[in-house]
């Protein structure tokens, strides 16, 4: 068990059966999030015994390091982190000047399966953890030397299918004496899970929601998610309008470009009809080819498809792939690993 899984209250429970006083509790939660320890031995206020009692209860941090890849044209980190069980996840660092984005993933695999997507390859492995989630943030500030500026739930896996344990995650690193990390900083991207987009909604949280969209009809739609976990359009539509009454959040529309599939004028006319009617703006990505044969269009065609899209009025904008030279692109790091 990692110890950021434990809750305020049960860590000071534990401590005071141990006949700690009752500023230990501050002090542990200070190393962890404050300085972002990864073992006790750092841990040099604490009485000895009490690191020896805590070691043998529960971990401090939760992943091992297997690699580290720093990517020397844009400092993109990418690491790849084994569990206690032996499964590994990523967690990408993404800096840009005056800007850290901690990229985070909430399960191991993911059960959508996209066709694209190295992420959902083999299909779901299993749910993170609370304390798994947090730690891949309390990486990227350990390697910033600083709290990381924003997080981005894009990682491996779908989270809006393992939302419990995001929701206690991203709790636990909002409050003052943890990270005090702030709602609006955070987003959190979804192939379309309505019932998970409801809850979230319910929840009225100020996170970001973005929508993976990649189409503009379900017939389209179908090329790219498979149908076990694709929802309608319509109703997706109708979930991201409910979200937005109940946050007040803005949308974004992800939307990876595929030649020859979904970058047609037609087809960009019907994007910007969409983002006009949730109010969303849209973001552009050139599809990563990976290993699946769906390629982007050139660089060149992804540019007009943003120019198109802002001459009809939509906020829109092509996302640089960072980390390309260090396969940062969800997923396929370890697929490449095994
Ligand atoms: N499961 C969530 C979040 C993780 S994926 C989701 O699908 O939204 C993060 C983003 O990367 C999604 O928009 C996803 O569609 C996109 N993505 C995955 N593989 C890609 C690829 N090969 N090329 C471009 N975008 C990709
Ligand atoms: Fe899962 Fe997102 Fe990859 Fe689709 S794109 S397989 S939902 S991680």
Same mark, same amino acid.
Not at 126 to 144: P, W
Not at 306 to 313: E, H, M, Q, S, T
């Given at each position: 068990?990692?110890?950021?899984?434990?809750?305020?209250?049960?860590?000071?429970?534990?401590?005071?059966?141990?006949?700690?006083?009752?500023?230990?509790?501050?002090?542990?939660?200070?190393?962890?999030?404050?300085?972002?320890?990864?073992?006790?031995?750092?841990?040099?206020?604490?009485?000895?015994?009490?690191?020896?009692?805590?070691?043998?209860?529960?971990?401090?941090?939760?992943?091992?390091?297997?690699?580290?890849?720093?990517?020397?044209?844009?400092?993109?980190?990418?690491?790849?982190?084994?569990?206690?069980?032996?499964?590994?996840?990523?967690?990408?660092?993404?800096?840009?000047?005056?800007?850290?984005?901690?990229?985070?993933?909430?399960?191991?695999?993911?059960?959508?399966?996209?066709?694209?997507?190295?992420?959902? %390859?083999?299909?779901?492995? $299993?749910? !993170? /953890?609370?304390?798994?989630?947090?730690?891949?943030?309390?990486?990227?500030? *350990? &390697?910033?030397?600083?709290?990381?500026?924003?997080?981005?739930?894009?990682?491996?896996?779908?989270?809006?299918?393992?939302?419990?344990?995001?929701?206690?995650?991203?709790?636990?690193?909002?409050?003052?004496?943890?990270?005090?990390?702030?709602?609006?900083?955070?987003?959190?991207?979804?192939?379309?899970?309505?019932?998970?987009?409801?809850?979230?909604?319910?929840?009225?949280?100020?996170?970001?929601?973005?929508?993976?969209?990649?189409?503009?009809?379900?017939?389209?739609?179908?090329?790219?998610?498979?149908?076990?976990?694709?929802?309608?359009?319509?109703?997706?539509?109708?979930?991201?309008?409910?979200? %937005?009454?109940?946050?007040? $959040?803005? !949308? /974004?529309?992800?939307?990876?470009?595929?030649?020859?599939?979904?970058?047609? *004028? &037609?087809?960009?006319?019907?994007?910007?009809?969409?983002?006009?009617?949730?109010?969303?703006?849209?973001?552009?990505?050139?599809?990563?080819?990976?290993?699946?044969?769906?390629?982007?269009?050139?660089?060149?065609?992804?540019?007009?498809?943003?120019?198109?899209?802002?001459?009809?009025?939509?906020?829109?904008?092509?996302?640089?792939?960072?980390?390309?030279?260090?396969?940062?692109?969800?997923?396929?790091?370890?697929?490449?690993?095994?």
């Amino acid at each position: 068990m990692n110890l950021k899984d434990l809750g305020e209250s049960r860590l000071k429970e534990l401590l005071v059966s141990w006949k700690q006083p009752a500023f230990r509790a501050k002090q542990v939660k200070e190393w962890l999030y404050g300085r972002f320890a990864v073992s006790y031995d750092e841990m040099t206020n604490l009485p000895g015994a009490l690191k020896e009692q805590l070691a043998t209860e529960a971990r401090a941090f939760s992943l091992t390091t297997r690699e580290r890849l720093t990517d020397p044209d844009d400092g993109t980190v990418k690491w790849l982190s084994e569990l206690e069980d032996g499964n590994t996840i990523e967690t990408v660092l993404i800096r840009v000047p005056g800007r850290t984005t901690v990229c985070i993933s909430t399960q191991v695999g993911c059960p959508v399966r996209c066709v694209f997507c190295a992420s959902g %390859r083999n299909g779901l492995v $299993r749910n !993170l /953890t609370k304390g798994e989630i947090i730690d891949q943030v309390i990486l990227a500030c *350990r &390697e910033v030397g600083d709290r990381v500026d924003n997080i981005v739930v894009m990682g491996m896996g779908e989270p809006l299918l393992n939302l419990e344990s995001l929701r206690d995650a991203l709790d636990g690193i909002a409050g003052e004496d943890t990270l005090g990390f702030g709602a609006r900083h955070i987003t959190i991207s979804t192939s379309g899970i309505v019932p998970g987009i409801r809850q979230l909604a319910e929840l009225e949280r100020s996170w970001n929601l973005a929508l993976s969209l990649h189409a503009v009809n379900d017939e389209m739609r179908g090329q790219i998610i498979p149908p076990a976990n694709r929802y309608p359009l319509e109703e997706i539509f109708q979930a991201c309008e409910y979200h %937005r009454q109940l946050t007040g $959040r803005m !949308l /974004t529309l992800e939307y990876a470009l595929i030649d020859g599939k979904n970058d047609s *004028r &037609e087809t960009l006319e019907e994007l910007s009809e969409i983002a006009h009617r949730l109010r969303a703006k849209v973001n552009l990505i050139p599809c990563n080819p990976n290993s699946s044969r769906l390629t982007a269009p050139t660089l060149r065609r992804c540019y007009e498809a943003v120019d198109f899209l802002v001459a009809r009025g939509v906020q829109a904008t092509l996302r640089h792939s960072h980390g390309q030279g260090i396969l940062a692109a969800c997923g396929q790091l370890r697929q490449a690993k095994g």
